[in-house]
Structures are given as C-alpha cells and as structure tokens.
C-alpha cells in the first residue's frame, strides 16, 4: 500500500513558477513509477510527467516539456514536479500517482495508475 500526499499548488502569475512536491509513505517506494497528471476544469485527467522506478527514465506530455521538470528523491520518498514559464491553460488540479508500470506507453494511461493522491490545485492567472 502506498499514500500519496501532494503540496505546493498556489496562485501564481503567468509566467511565474511553482513547485509540487509529492510525499509517499509505503517500504516499496523504489518499485513504483510516479507520474503526474492533471484535470483541468469541465476536462478529462490527462498525463504531465513520469519517471520511473526501474530505469528512472523520464517522460513529458509535449505541452509542458521544456517548462515542467520531474525529479525524485527515493530516500526522502518524494517525488517533485518544477513548473516554470505556467501558462493560464496550466490551471488544473494536479496528482500525483504511483503505478508498477515503466514503459512509456503505460505511463500515459491514468487507468494504468495503481495509486491516487487527492490532488493540489494550480491556478495561473493571465
């Protein structure tokens, strides 16, 4: 079992930056992939970044890479998504989520996520 718990969502100006943190408790830490996704309003959960457990490869949606930075901390059992240059559409509730999974095309699917967190919300104003 793993629990989630994610921080560092805010207002913030377009343009300005913030940086999520996601805490997880659970031993087997290091065999889970964590990604971020998000849900902005009236609109479906969709995929941000991922990095994974067994090679810890690193992957973006296209619409933030270049902006968003993920990193882990596998002894402090943290993951982190850096978010720069945030636009008005970067405006989303964000989670964070652990799965088993570590390829590339599992990652995206949030139907492949094992583990939730309930979500911290970003807003950018223009």
Known sequence: QVQLVESGGGLVQAGGSLRLSCAASGRTFTTYSLAWFRQAPGKERDFVAAVT???????YADSVKGRFT???DN???TVNLQMNSLRPEDTAVYYCSATNYYSRYDLLKEVNMKYWGKGTLVTVSS
């Open 70 to 72: 993920i990193s882990r």
């Open 53 to 59: 457990w067994i090679d810890g490869n690193i992957y």
């Open 75 to 77: 002894a402090k059992n």
